[in-house]
């Protein structure tokens, strides 16, 4: 079982910079898929990136493709996520979650399989 705590939101102007983070604890991060959600007010929770679990895998949606960029740090159970030119139809709630996946090596932006989500941090774009 994994518990996953999000960090580093806030407000920020169109064309500026965050980078959110996302902290596990639990053991076994390694055989996890970690994968970004966002929710905006009004709207259906949507994938924005995922990457597995050795990092052989990133995935973007379209609409932040360019922009964004994940990472992991195995070691310290860490995942990021580089959010650059931020637009205000980026502004959501953001949430990372953990997909169960020690064989695959591959992550979905389906938010069906994930198994564990942190409680979300607010990114709000605008000027």
């Known amino acids: 079982q994994l518990q996953l705590v999000e960090s580093g939101g806030g407000l920020v102007q169109p064309g500026g910079s965050l980078r959110l983070s996302c902290a596990a604890s639990?053991?076994?991060?390694?055989?996890?898929?970690i994968g970004w959600f966002r929710q905006a007010p009004g709207k259906a929770r949507e994938g924005v990136s995922c990457?597995?679990?050795?990092?052989?895998?990133?995935n973007y949606a379209d609409s932040v493709k360019g922009r964004f960029v994940i990472s992991r740090d195995n070691v310290n159970k860490m995942v990021y996520l580089e959010m650059n030119s931020l637009k205000p139809e980026d502004t959501a709630v953001y949430y990372c979650?953990?997909?169960?996946?020690?064989?695959?090596?591959?992550?979905?932006?389906?938010?069906?399989?994930?198994?564990?989500w942190g409680q979300g941090t607010q990114v709000t774009v605008s000027s």
């Open positions: 639990g053991r076994n991060f390694d055989y996890y898929a």
């Open positions: 990457i597995s679990n050795l990092v052989s895998d990133k």
């Open positions: 979650a953990a997909e169960l996946t020690p064989l695959s090596d591959l992550c979905e932006m389906d938010q069906g399989p994930y198994d564990y």
